[in-house]
């Protein structure tokens, strides 16, 4: 049976893997079976080292965190606190925090769906935590009322807090129908002030009103989470930041308090995409003072530079040229340049960039970009090579 598991593994074609299956005589209950299986393994290999060995359900793994988030988490508070002893991780799912925390610390980890509970307990087998990780099969809602709880979680140093992003009617990135809802932290705090929230990196940020630190991170170049730090896991005790982090170089940069006024301009030598977290978190302007760069419109998030600059919090491209929204001067434009294999970037006007290829066709052996965006206050395309 593994050979067989390997062997679907490698195949990315779903109807290919069903064949392999019903040409072993497999029913239908079966080749579900090994699929969900086989699925589940391929996207668990994204988060877990150890993903051949543990076992997933398909939300379960959705909401799970990978080993790098969850590391990085771990050793954030940990340099926020100093000494961490033991801990509480509240809605534990299968297992990717509490086993990033059981590696450095005791764990105290509560769900209450049986059947997560068991795969998180043998997610945690799988990496030898046993001594290091408590659990206990409940609600956190009952359980905070509990005395027996409260006196198990006393002495925590910190609480994690990973509620379930899902509704009645399915995903949501509204807290206000998180299960159990955010609200919950006021009473988490009796416990401990000291807590990370891991909310939804589709939820608008405005919309969060704690007193707490906001934190958007990405991984590889793209937004994976939102965290909420509480108590003495803020930068700051008496005010609360924006802040935004890729991994997996761990680049932080928080948001000023101060209004900055930067300037526009038309693209320079070179075009500047800031990484999605520090987008989704605000800090474009930010990002141009540090740098030295100009806007291109201030409800955009391109920056422009004649200087250049290598950063990962920032992909670069170079400008060969801006043109009106004019498909026969773009393609004109392409062919002067050479450029070939054409890419596609739309920000701030409406281009159906699914169809975009059949208008505009480029000619030549070099790659190129075309991005559709609003200049100052002007709708045009500029046209890029990629500068590695």
């Not at 064949?19 to 079976?33: C, P, T, Y």
């Not at 939820?203 to 906001?214: A, E, H």
Request: proline letters at 3%; aromatic letters at 8%.
């Amino acid at each position: 049976m593994e050979e067989l598991f390997n062997k679907l593994m490698k195949i990315r074609d779903v109807n290919k893997r069903r064949s392999v299956l019903e040409n072993k005589g497999m029913n239908e209950d079966e080749i579900e079976e090994i699929l969900n299986i086989v699925h589940l393994q391929i996207k668990g290999k994204l988060k877990f080292p150890r993903a051949k060995l543990m076992k997933f359900s398909r939300e379960g793994l959705a909401q799970a965190s990978s080993k790098y988030l969850a590391e990085y988490r771990t050793w954030k508070i940990r340099d926020k606190l100093g000494e961490v002893t033991n801990c509480l991780d509240v809605c534990c799912g299968i297992g990717g925090d509490s086993i990033a925390m059981a590696t450095r610390w005791k764990v105290v980890a509560v769900e209450k769906d049986k059947d997560i509970i068991d795969m998180a307990k043998h997610n945690i087998r799988v990496y030898n935590l046993e001594r290091n990780i408590d659990f206990v099969e409940g609600d956190i809602n009952e359980l905070i009322e509990n005395k027996t709880f409260i006196d198990k979680v006393r002495n925590a140093d910190c609480i994690f807090f990973d509620p379930s992003r899902r509704s009645e009617e399915g995903r949501t990135v509204k807290i206000e129908e998180y299960r159990p809802p955010l609200s919950l932290v006021e009473k988490l705090q009796l416990i401990s002030p000291n807590i990370c929230v891991k909310i939804s990196p589709g939820t608008d940020l405005n919309r969060i009103k704690y007193d707490c630190d906001i934190e958007v991170v990405s991984y590889k170049g793209e937004v994976k989470e939102v965290m909420l730090w509480f108590g003495n896991l803020k930068e700051k005790s008496d005010v609360n930041q924006i802040m935004a982090t890729k991994l997996p170089e761990k680049n932080t940069l928080i948001k000023s308090k101060s209004k900055l006024d930067i300037l526009q301009s038309s693209p320079k030598t070179y075009l500047y995409e800031p990484d999605p977290a520090f987008i989704k978190a605000h800090l474009i302007e930010d990002l141009a003072k540090d740098y030295g760069l100009n806007l291109i419109n201030k409800k955009i998030a391109y920056l422009t530079g004649n200087e250049k600059i290598k950063t990962p919090l920032l992909n670069r491209y170079l400008v060969k040229g801006v043109v009106n929204l004019d498909f026969k001067e773009i393609n004109t434009m392409l062919f002067e340049l050479n450029i070939g294999r054409v890419d596609f970037k739309a920000r701030g006007v409406k281009i159906d960039l699914r169809n975009i290829h059949k208008k505009i066709h480029g000619k030549g052996k070099n790659a190129g970009l075309v991005i559709f965006t609003k200049i100052t206050e002007k709708n045009q395309a500029i046209i890029c090579m990629y500068d590695r």
